[in-house]
């Protein structure tokens, strides 16, 4: 089979690779790539546990081929923390226990790091609607909506304390 030129930015590296067409994005971020914090569920797009930021927009890595992300810029929870410092929504996950085994974790930490930059200040309707595209089976969702909605909090305290 012939092998096509990816190139893409992941955590601010630049990556050149040659893939078969039929490579997942998912399979080249952790095998191709090494970078195996983005997790492999269900492979169709019903877990979620493989979403990461492509050109700003939290996407389902499973559902896309490796080819497609070509000369795009792409974020995975390796790329979330700075200089080994946590984000506020990382720190509140592990405060409000909103993870237990993890493997759900660094697709919700995607999703809701892309939501809550577009929506800063979300209902509690919209906080559950956004995490329905994500399957944990250890939490009961209870410590992840706690989290969130610190992260949220203290987001907004910020933003007051700063005007
Ligand atoms: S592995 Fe991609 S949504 Fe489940
Ligand atoms: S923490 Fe185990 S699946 Fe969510």
Redesign the pocket.
């Known amino acids: 089979m012939s092998l096509h030129e990816v190139q893409v930015t992941i955590n601010g590296k630049s990556y050149i690779e040659y893939v078969e067409p039929r490579m997942l994005l ?1 399979d080249f971020i952790r095998e191709t790539c090494g970078l195996t914090g983005t ?13 990461v930021i492509m050109s700003g927009t939290a996407v ?4 896309i081929f490796a080819v497609q992300a070509h000369q795009q810029e792409i974020k995975t929870v390796e790329g979330l923390s700075c200089n080994g410092e946590m984000t506020p929504l990382q720190k509140n996950f592990v405060e409000c226990h909103g993870l237990q085994c993890g493997f759900c974790t660094a ?1 919700i930490l995607m999703s809701m790091t892309d939501f809550l930059d577009k929506h800063p200040s979300p209902s509690a309707k919209e906080i559950k609607e956004t995490l329905s595209g994500h399957l944990c089976r250890c939490t009961g969702y209870d410590g992840i909506v706690k989290a969130i909605e610190k992260t949220i909090q203290e987001n907004k305290e910020e933003v007051l304390q700063r005007s």
């Not at 997790?39 to 979403?51: D, I, K, M, N």
């Not at 389902?60 to 559902?63: K, Y």
């Open positions: 998912s997790h492999v569920g269900c492979e169709h797009g019903v877990c979620g546990a493989c979403t389902r890595s499973c559902l697709g």
